[in-house]
């Protein structure tokens, strides 16, 4: 039987293996496998699994790797993420992995993947980018031959062709992928005391390094250990959590803040498990519906361009009543233009609309979380004393 606490243990080390153990065992389980790693935020991993290769996801090194080799390529006034990444690399942490897809989030991470070609040239390095137009005979249709390109590149590959049939299949695991994982974030909102935050990480991070199937077992099995298994309520303020959506915190600055007398009820960790916000439908050209879910289905985000100035964190607003949060803090990685350049709008939409926020940033290897408590500690404080009931 699967206790939740067999669940946890088992998602904590696949979030410590750097060597990516499970992946590889799956690579090695027969013969002809191949692994396409991505950067966080969002590519469409369904035409990988379609291919028949493993989606690996790419979150940075955490804070257990020292990172040598990787400062060498990248100044030091930028994110951690891309020089992490780079020592997995060159440490020979990811030579099981044939492609790298580098989604577009900013400039460093365009970069990366052009450091990534020259360093491994037998590698398949895609710089995948977006539409910055909604419009369907505009941007739709650059987003298409985008797709279209990159379904080739995955195909050749792979060697062999991505049928419609098969992208329809691997349309349906990931639409039930997406469902478990939006019913254990719906649970967690309306019993935080039941879905700690820590642990919801760690079961939906599990899903960068599994096979979609074996993920959405294991997100049934945590669910179902999490509404059996009674924790008792605590007096904490519930908040939303903004401005983690490419570097990942530390598992230590979750927990944290959740000592500090915060309950979590939403968040913005590995975007890519949630950017779609309706199922893709099946019916029709799957490469068409997954086009169309992009551009009208898809979560706003930092690293996603709004072209209406007014709406521009208005999906902040719409989260925090729609958990019936009490304040947000703003948790952005040192350096990372998207979320600290959108971060003053943003403020400037909740103090419109009267929500409390607070904001720090972090790097991927913070060690020391006492000031984080203590901050995230005073505010949830503050917001029991003197928030309007």
């Given amino acids: 039987m699967n206790t939740r606490q067999t669940l946890v ?46 989606p690996l996801g790419i979150l940075g090194a955490g804070e257990s790797l020292e990172v040598i080799h990787g400062d060498a390529y990248y100044q030091s006034y930028i994110c951690r993420i891309p ?26 991470i365009r970069n990366l993947s052009g450091i990534w070609k020259l360093q491994f040239p037998d590698v398949y390095v895609r710089y995948f980018d977006v539409p910055q137009n909604y419009v369907d005979g505009i941007g ?130 590995m975007l890519i498990t949630r950017w779609l916000l309706q199922d893709v439908p099946l019916d029709g050209d799957p490469l068409q519906n997954l086009v169309d879910a992009f551009l009208h289905h898809s979560a706003e985000t930092s690293a996603k361009y709004q072209p209406e100035a007014k709406l521009k964190g208005q999906y902040l607003v719409d989260a925090v009543k729609g958990t019936k949060a009490e304040g947000v803090i703003f948790a952005a990685p040192s350096f990372c233009d998207p979320a600290l350049l959108e971060r003053p709008m943003l403020q400037t939409k909740l103090d419109a609309t009267l929500v409390p926020h607070i904001g720090f940033k972090y790097a991927e290897n913070s060690g020391q979380m006492q000031p984080v408590r203590e901050q995230a500690g005073t505010f949830a404080d503050s917001i029991k004393l003197w928030s309007n009931p």
């Fill in 9 to 54: 243990e088992r998602c904590s080390a696949l979030f410590e293996d750097l060597s990516f153990g499970a992946s590889r065992a799956w690579k090695d389980a027969q013969p002809g496998r191949k692994v396409v790693a991505y950067m966080p935020v969002y590519v469409p991993r369904e035409l990988i699994h379609a291919a028949g290769m493993l």
């Fill in 83 to 108: 020089r992490s990444t780079l020592e997995l690399g060159i440490t020979g942490r990811l030579d099981f992995v044939e492609g790298f897809l580098f989604p577009s989030i900013c400039d460093v």
């Fill in 140 to 269: 739709g249709s650059y987003y298409r031959r985008e797709l279209e390109e990159l379904k080739e590149g995955l195909e050749h590959l792979a060697g062999r062709l991505i049928t419609p049939e098969a992208l329809r299949a691997s349309i349906t695991l990931y639409n039930e992928n997406r469902r478990l994982i939006a019913g254990l974030y719906a649970l967690r909102t309306e019993r935080p005391w039941q879905v700690p935050s820590s642990e919801l990480y760690l079961v939906v991070r599990a899903g960068m390094v599994l096979p979609v199937e074996d993920h959405n077992q294991l997100l049934k099995d945590y669910h179902a250990a999490a509404v059996e298994e009674e924790l008792p309520i605590r007096d904490k303020s519930r908040i939303v959590l903004s401005g983690v959506f490419c570097e990942q915190p530390p598992l230590s600055l979750i927990k944290a803040i959740e000592m500090a007398g915060c309950y979590i009820v939403d968040d913005d960790f």
